[in-house]
């Protein structure tokens, strides 16, 4: 398992990819490899194999919970700490003040954004789709902290040049933030743009006083062996994006 560098002590950071040597066969191709989605009509005790081998990685650094939610391209984000949820939470966004305690955030092609203060005391995951981005998942999971993130990691997503959206979706984040007229590019078809996700949610993030930001080079539409991806294949699996404190 790799891990992001340059955070403060303590903290583990880090994205799943399809492959990983303990993955259950698939009888579904589309499947194949490392998916921990319950939601893609996948067979849930392959789904749930793979979630328990996730933990039994993460025990090794001495994490004892794991949060999983139920994601809804949302901007609702839930503190979580000690309490055991009955059922999943729903939303898009997890901050954990708790050591331990594993926040997962599932992603195929959608962006997967991980804060933290300097100190390491604190730590959030939030999944941020286009609706996510536009409708304030950043802004509202750093309200939701009780500390000022300083870093941020933005995992694999849909590079920009394979990401066509209409005027809409422009038109949504221009209104909001005028200086993102930049994140998007003129597409081929009058009224398409290509979106650029990385460059939104760096500018957000900057605003917001968030000065370090690592990641935010790949693409999990292009790396095919890496990533799932929705818009290369529909019917696909998905990654989860961690963050834990040991």
């Known amino acids: ?12 950071v880090g994205q799943t990819q399809i492959q990983h040597p303990q993955a259950l066969p698939s009888k579904q191709a589309e499947l ?12 849930p005790k392959r789904v749930q194999q793979h979630r328990m081998i996730l933990l039994d990685e993460f ?24 309490k055991i949820e009955l059922q999943a939470l729903e939303g898009d966004g ?29 730590v959030a995951n939030l999944h941020a789709g286009w609706r996510g981005l536009a409708g304030g998942i950043i802004e509202n999971t750093i309200q939701e902290m009780q500390t000022q993130p300083t870093w941020a990691w933005l995992g694999a997503a849909i590079s920009q040049p394979c990401f066509e959206v209409g005027a ?5 984040f221009c209104a909001k933030y005028p200086e993102l007229e930049q994140a998007f590019q003129a597409g081929q ?4 743009y290509y979106a650029d996700l990385y460059h939104i949610a760096r500018f957000i993030l900057k605003l917001k006083g968030v000065d370090l930001i690592l990641g935010g080079e790949q693409c999990s539409y292009l790396q095919q062996k890496d990533f799932y991806s929705y818009r290369r294949n529909a019917k696909t699996g998905r990654m989860a994006t961690f963050v834990f404190m040991q």
């Not at 025990?59 to 000690?82: E, F, G, L, P, R």
């Not at 809409?168 to 949504?172: D, H, T």
């Open 94 to 122: 997890l901050v954990t003040q708790t050591k331990g305690h594993a926040l997962m955030m599932m992603t195929a092609d959608c962006l997967p954004v991980v804060l933290g203060n300097a100190h390491g005391t604190e």
């Open 168 to 172: 809409e979706v422009k038109a949504a």
């Open 189 to 192: 078809q009058t009224g398409k």
């Open 32 to 43: 194949a490899g490392f998916n921990l989605a319950l939601h893609v009509n996948d067979d």
């Open 1 to 12: 398992m790799q891990f992001v560098q340059g955070l403060p002590q303590g903290v583990f």
């Open 59 to 82: 025990s090794q650094y001495a994490v004892n919970k794991i949060t999983w939610m139920t994601q809804t391209h949302s901007t609702i984000c839930h503190t979580v700490n000690d």
